[in-house]
């Protein structure tokens, strides 16, 4: 038995709300355009840190430590969302995004995520660390330059962070549904982490929005 994990960053209410209100403009011009696109619920939108997919039950723990380890020292940091794109491209899109501008301290925190888990037996993330927000996801790869390209240029609210949070995904017919494992504050003093074996199920693809291995 195992869970399937990822680190992220939630965004404020206020960014959220800014962004369900685009959501909903791009849902119309989808539906006006014929594309059966899947949205992601408000409440549910975040920005993806580490994807770290199927984790033993009994190595959770330790993942909370190493992510804890990685929060230690890292003041609390402000991003702000902004533009929206697709995965991998307008052209062939299979997700719908909102981008986060200067995401400098983001990136910093993403890679602390990164040494502090390969120890556990996580992979390392090889492509270059994009922040974004999933606000939508297609069944398969379709144009939507004409529907997301009128709305990118958007500012969006901003997210003042002081935590981050390991999550549990569990995908349903209906969309994924995130569960609150543990609430990882940010400046924390260092902790040791224990590094069971076998911490880790190889193979897993993430479900972040920024598709791995497709």
Not at 61 to 77: D, F, H, S, T, W
Not at 175 to 188: D, F, K, M, N, Q
Request: with cysteine.
């Amino acid at each position: 038995m195992g869970k399937r994990l990822f680190v992220g960053a939630r965004v404020s209410v206020a960014t959220a709300n800014a962004l369900a209100a685009s959501a909903e403009m791009l849902q119309r011009r989808a539906r006006d355009a014929g594309l059966d696109l899947k949205w992601v619920a408000p409440a549910s939108y975040h920005v993806t840190l580490k994807f770290l997919g199927w984790t033993r039950e009994e190595a959770v723990g330790a993942v909370r430590e190493a992510a804890e380890r990685a929060c230690a020292g890292v003041a609390p940091l402000k991003f702000r969302t902004a533009r929206l794109g697709a995965f991998p491209a307008l052209e062939r899109a299979s997700v719908v995004w909102a981008g986060v501008e200067a995401p400098e301290p983001l990136a910093e925190l993403a890679r602390r995520l990164e040494d502090a888990l390969e120890g556990l037996g996580f992979a390392r993330e090889k492509r270059a660390f994009h922040a974004h927000v999933t606000l939508a996801r297609l069944r398969e790869p379709r144009p939507v330059r004409e529907i997301v390209l009128p709305l990118a240029e958007q500012t969006f609210a901003e997210t003042r962070l002081d935590a981050i949070t390991l999550f549990e995904s569990d995908t349903k017919p209906s969309g994924s549904v995130y569960t609150e494992l543990a609430r990882l504050p940010l400046g924390r003093a260092e902790v040791a982490v224990e590094r069971p074996s076998g911490a880790v199920e190889p193979g897993e693809d993430t479900d972040d929005g920024w598709p791995r291995g497709h």
